[in-house]
């Protein structure tokens, strides 16, 4: 009726709490059903405690609503990308137990792991997640194909479900896990930050069923043996003694049947599907005599550990990151898979190919939340998470190697770049194990690094010890992954990254040592270049006609320099094109290197936290930890190997760049004594110059007044006349006027040109001199009084309360502090202007 009447299905109050949450936790499952079919109710919501819907039933036991609540019971909220993906991906099952010495491997579809029914009973799961129907199997190995948190959440769950939906505690911790999602503004920047934390697991609980709902006899814990005390034969307890599961089972493998078989299958199996367990875990196989303690020791958790080991079984979860490849062209179509997924475009028009695996997975769950599915990065997107890297990502060094280096031949088909994975492991008590990891774009089949298939073969493998334990499994997993990838295919060179780094430093320590021996040359030609300009300044001032054939070559040389003012060596000497190319190669080796660096470092912390808590847990079982200890000690070695190795070249490339740097700094030095040696020349030039400019303008002042006197007197004028009164001028008449009358001015001058900076000089000096005169005059004027100036006294009255007043302020803050010789002087100033 409130749907109808329009109310708000997510409504909340303040502490966070839907409707949806209140009728879960009542158990209110009709109102539970009528919620679920509004199409837009958020079955994930949580309140301010952290709670979903789906967490407020299974702490208050409401079974029914747990399971209308549990993802493989809304497969329809999936939207058909997501359907699409989960039916193209494959799951790997692995279960381990007694199969003739060998692992039983099954594949099957991620939405039939997740969400199929069974063909023969609808009500039935298609597949359990836990290995209890199985007498053979003692524990289970799940792997995702990729870092989908949707999927690893739906898994969880129904882990969870099938366990009974007991341990709501333990169930939150892992649900706590996601919660250490790195967020970021792009795509590449979501990511789970590298940790490893183990939560404890609550002791079994076995619920009876309805008839039998009274008070469990009482335990007492004896040496960590419980030894339940007798009740009367009435009381039902032969029911509950089938019910429940001996303590000296197969590891801490809860009870499933309570859960399945009471609601996907006939009641009556259970009793006896638990009976043959205990039976199984209780009744171990006899062992010869002759086996040494320490076989014992070794198989004896694998099939009666205990009430000891129940109660200190964890979950584990951890998350590291490890290196990984992809070709360019797979990360160039992953990219415009993501760009069309953000963008929400369907590609381009008349385009009717069918969207791959990959590319469904994608656009389902990007388009729909960026924080579900965290897609593979590349090495600088996994450094600067915040950064747009599509620049950087088609520079890498081995990128760089394999299509303009040494290996441009051999794999100019498929260049490779880095890339950086994640490892995702839930450890559930110790039957089950969860992981995910991304596979390659379009996984090929025959893919030599395949991480999984790696996995599978050294769980194989005749030449370790076999896995006993969900930990081996996981202490194995861990070793595939860590270090660096190319360790594992030693004999192609194609995957070899840290030698294609290590030939590149090779290439840019040549390319180093070719720049600095031309830089040599140039310096020896510009120290032979100046010795010539020299010889050339010595023969110039001092000339010889007795050997003409030095006078010929050095006239030659003059010619050859003079037809190109810059020699050729000034070029190489200015030219810092190359230097500042290696330079930016030695920058980005030193980087990357930088960036695998921190990768192996996140792998040596989240080693060690597992490392401390699988020994916590070998310790609460009072299990040997040398073992473990032993190859986690191996992993540690590795990556010190590695490690050792980048530092090893990170110092060569530090090396370069500094030898770079030191060149360059050379260069610019010599370059600047080179256009110190230029502007010397240039200098003493123009002071030539300048000298002859003077001579021409003394010249000028000598001989223009001159030339306008004597151009006068070329006048025909009737006042130029001779001593007799002829028109003829006499010598000494014109002489007397031109050359007094032209020295007269021309002399004057010529001491001006000569001395023009002295007279500046002086006029200057004159200024200042009156200034300082006018100055002194404008204080000296008389104000009315004859002589100088007194105060009256008022002014004097007001003089004398001002220093007192700063006096007094001197006592207040500075008081003692001030030198016993100066706390005097201001009452002596005060009586000397008295």
């Known amino acids: 009726m409130l749907l109808r009447a329009g109310a708000q299905v997510n409504s909340q109050l303040l502490n966070g709490v839907t409707s949806l949450h209140l009728a879960a936790q009542a158990g209110h499952k009709e109102v539970v059903e009528c919620l679920i079919e509004h199409k837009d109710l958020k079955r994930r919501i949580r309140d301010n405690f952290g709670s979903t819907p789906f967490l407020r039933a299974a702490q208050f036991k409401c079974k029914d609503i747990v399971s209308l609540l549990a993802p493989f019971n809304n497969v329809d909220a999936l939207t058909p990308e997501a359907k699409g993906a989960c039916e193209a991906f494959e799951a790997t099952v692995v279960d381990f137990g007694n199969f003739h010495n060998e692992n039983r491997v099954k594949k099957t579809s991620v939405y039939n792991l997740l969400y199929g029914r069974d063909s023969e009973n609808p009500r039935k799961q298609a597949f359990n997640t836990l290995p209890a129907d199985s007498r053979a199997t003692e524990f289970r190995w799940i792997h995702l194909p990729a870092n989908n948190l949707t999927w690893v959440e739906a898994l969880l769950t129904k882990s969870f479900i099938e366990e009974g939906a007991h341990d709501v505690e333990s169930f939150k911790g892992l649900e706590r896990s996601f919660r250490y999602q790195h967020r970021g503004q792009r795509t590449h920047s979501h990511f789970m930050r590298p940790l490893c934390q183990s939560t404890p697991r609550a002791a079994r609980i076995h619920e009876d069923s309805s008839e039998e709902k009274e008070v469990a006899s009482p335990q007492i814990l004896l040496n960590g043996q419980s030894i339940e005390t007798p009740k009367s034969p009435g009381d039902g307890s032969n029911q509950r003694g089938r019910k429940q599961k001996p303590q000296g089972s197969k590891g801490d493998r809860p009870d499933t049947s309570a859960h399945d078989d ?22 171990a196989k006899p062992e010869p005599r002759n086996q040494s303690l320490a076989a014992r020791e070794k198989h004896r958790p694998l099939l009666s550990l205990g009430k000891d080991q129940a109660n200190t079984s964890c979950n584990v979860c951890m998350f590291m990151p490890y290196l990984h490849f992809e070709t360019d062209e797979k990360r160039k179509q992953m990219q415009e898979a993501i760009k069309r997924a953000e963008t929400r475009s369907l590609g381009r028009p008349g385009l009717t190919r069918t969207a791959t695996r990959d590319e469904l997975l994608i656009s389902a769950h990007l388009a729909s939340s960026m924080s579900s599915l965290h897609i593979r990065r590349t090495l600088d997107q996994f450094f600067y998470p915040n950064i747009d890297t599509q620049t950087r990502d088609q520079d890498q060094v081995v990128f760089r190697y394999q299509t303009k280096g040494q290996g ?14 994640q490892l995702w492991m839930w450890i559930i008590g110790t039957n089950l194990i969860v992981t995910g990891f991304p ?3 379009d996984q090929p089949k025959n893919d030599p690094l395949n991480v999984l298939d790696g996995i599978i073969e050294d769980i194989n493998s005749k030449t370790r010890e076999p896995v006993r334990s969900v930990y081996d499994l996981a202490i194995l997993i861990t070793a595939r992954c860590s270090g660096i990838f190319d360790r594992h295919r030693m004999g192609d060179e194609e995957y070899q990254f840290l030698d294609m780094f290590e030939a590149s430093i090779g290439v840019a320590t040549d390319r180093e040592t070719v720049l600095f021996n031309r830089f040599n040359r140039a310096s020896a030609q510009a120290s032979d270049w100046l010795k010539n300009r020299r010889k050339l300044n010595r023969f110039a001032r001092n000339p010889s006609t007795k050997d003409d054939t030095a006078e010929n070559s050095i006239e030659r040389i003059l010619k050859e320099e003079e037809e190109d003012e810059q020699p050729l060596f000034v070029d190489n000497l200015l030219d810092i094109g190359q230097e500042t190319e290696l330079l930016s190669e030695a920058k980005d080796i030193r980087d990357e290197l930088n960036m695998i660096r921190t990768v192996l470092q996140h792998q040596q912390n989240v080693l060690l936290d597992f490392q401390e808590a699988i020994c916590e847990i070998y310790f609460g079982q009072q299990r040997s930890q040398y073992e473990v200890k032993k190859r986690f000690k191996e992993q540690q070695r590795t990556i010190d190997m590695h490690l050792k190795d980048i530092d090893r070249m990170d110092k060569q490339a530090e090396r370069i760049y500094s030898s770079i740097t030191d060149l360059l700094d050379l260069k610019q030095k010599h370059a600047n004594a080179f256009e110190a040696r230029f502007a010397r020349d240039q200098a003493a030039g123009t002071t030539r110059q300048g000298k002859i400019m003077m001579v021409f303008t003394i010249v000028t002042i000598v001989f223009l007044p001159l030339s306008f006197i004597t151009s006068v007197f070329a006048i025909n004028l009737a006042d130029f006349q001779g001593p007799d009164g002829s028109e003829l001028l006499h010598l000494p008449y014109v002489a007397k006027y031109t050359f007094g009358i032209g020295f007269a001015i021309s002399i004057p001058l010529i001491l001006v040109a000569l001395s023009v900076d002295d007279i500046g000089d002086g006029c200057q000096e004159g200024m200042r001199r009156i200034r300082r005169w006018m100055t002194r005059k404008r204080a000296n004027e008389p ?50 202007f008295y």
């Not at 007001?798 to 803050?813: E, G, M």
């Not at 016993?820 to 009586?831: L, N, Q």
């Open 262 to 283: 009471g609601m996907n299958g006939p009641p009556g199996k259970k009793g006896k599907n638990a009976a043959k367990r205990g039976k199984i875990g209780a009744l």
């Open 408 to 421: 441009r031949e051999r794999f100019w088909a498929e260049p490779k770049i880095f890339m950086v994975d």
């Open 439 to 441: 596979q390659r774009w």
């Open 783 to 832: 104000t009315g009084v004859q002589g100088s100036p007194r105060p009256t006294a008022f002014e004097t009255e007001k003089i004398l309360s001002a220093r007192r007043s700063r006096k007094s302020l001197d006592t207040d803050f500075a008081g003692s502090l001030l030198p016993v010789s100066t706390r005097g002087t201001v009452m002596s100033r005060r009586d000397d």
